[in-house]
């Protein structure tokens, strides 16, 4: 990872510890979590309506070329599923549809509920532009989750079906 990427993450950490409900955020080199990527980690406390604690994980994808940076924000919303995830899938696809940006998914070993957004940052924008641009992914990312984590909770439970929350959601 560049220097300058190791930079920004520093200072996003930074940031988003003064921020309202994200605590502990701590930049993780990729030396120590055996990754290619350095990785900021934070706990948003209090998220969605279930006022629920969540892993936020954000990073910049190793891309080849100078022109591009991919920022990405993950967050896993339910960290282990004790029912079959199939339901959820299904919502999370619904819901998807719908989503300005981002999307929820099932995580790769089949037991977690996660919610992923990049976005793109020019390389040749200022230090200020592209911190501008990861704090505004990072917020839009937060929303989304805050808007809609009880509905996909409520799938996940077993207490409405997918076909009910998006019923629910698009208020019909």
Known sequence: MSEEKRKLLNRFAETINDGEDIEDASVFTAEELGTPMDVVRCRISEAGADLVD??????????????????????????????????????????NYFLPVGGFGIDDDDNGLVYKYSVHILNSLSDEDKMTTMLTAFN?????????????????????????????????
């Open 140 to 172: 839009a990312a937060v929303g989304v989750i805050d808007k809609f984590e009880g509905y996909l909770m409520l799938v996940a439970t077993g207490e409405m079906e997918s076909g009910e929350m998006m019923d629910l959601i698009m208020n019909r």
């Open 54 to 95: 969540m892993l936020g994980e954000c990073y910049f994808l190793p891309v080849e070329g100078d022109d591009l940076s991919v920022f990405t924000i993950m967050v896993t919303v339910i960290d282990e599923m004790k029912e079959e995830t199939r339901f959820l899938a299904d919502a999370a696809a619904r819901l």
